[in-house]
């Protein structure tokens, strides 16, 4: 379908180690956001980019946490030195602007599991 | 940090019945959404309501807001089995990056 797809679905990996996670969002939407959600902290923003214009890093967590949007198109967030609080599902979503009040279109989510 | 909280964290129901949840926030509000969530995967958008409205309706979703209050509350009318899932109420600030609630799990009983 059309829709916003991230990849991948299920993630194990040693502590220590760096993830990437990728999310591909609906064609022609200019904002991409990312969303993390744990059982601890609840849904929580972490970034979110819009056209060519800085992205708004404010909800990262540490310095451990990047993300970048290469094209205006699909995103990546990487996760270095992963640690076992970092275990969450790592949601994406996207919006054709940033208007507020804008409806997001949510992806399925990759579930990150740090052993 | 959490905009604000929901409440019940949980919510059980028999078929047909309604099923009503509230969600509270601490700032000012552009505007208010309400979000379904399914086997704690990707979110489905239900419903906004702006700051300058104080009910709206979807099919068989009633909003409500009070911004006196700072909250708001969801109704489901009717509830059929396949409303099990969790809700999640989300402010919108500045760039639209949203602010979630803890969520209402609801379940259906058939």
């Known amino acids: 379908g059309a829709g916003v797809s991230q990849s991948p679905s299920n993630k194990v990996t040693e502590k220590g180690k760096d993830v990437e996670l990728r999310c591909d969002p609906i064609s022609g939407h200019t904002a991409l956001y990312w969303y993390r959600q744990s059982l601890g902290q609840g849904l929580e923003f972490l970034i979110y980019f819009q056209g060519n214009s800085a992205p708004d890093k404010s909800g990262l967590p540490s310095d451990r946490f990047s993300a970048e949007r290469t094209g205006g198109s699909v995103s990546t967030l990487t996760i270095q030195r992963t640690q076992q609080e970092d275990s969450a599902v790592y949601l994406c979503?996207?919006?054709?602007?940033?208007?507020?009040?804008?409806?997001?279109?949510f992806g399925p989510g990759t579930r990150l599991l740090v052993l | 940090s959490q905009q604000g909280e929901e409440d019940p964290q949980a919510l059980s129901i028999q078929e047909g019945e309604n099923a009503t949840m509230n969600c509270s926030y601490k700032t000012s509000i552009n505007n208010l959404q309400w979000y379904r969530q399914n086997s704690g995967r990707g979110l489905v958008h239900l419903i906004l309501i702006r700051s300058n409205e104080r009910e709206k309706h979807s099919g068989r979703l009633r909003v409500t807001l009070d911004t006196s209050k700072k909250s708001s509350s969801l109704l489901i009318t009717a509830s059929r089995a396949a409303d099990t899932a969790s809700y999640f109420c989300?402010?919108?600030?500045?760039?639209?990056?949203?602010?979630f609630g803890g969520g209402t799990r609801v379940l259906v009983k058939p």
């Open positions: 989300a402010t919108g600030v500045a760039g639209n990056k949203l602010t």
């Open positions: 979503a996207s919006s054709p602007t940033p208007t507020s009040g804008e409806t997001q279109y």
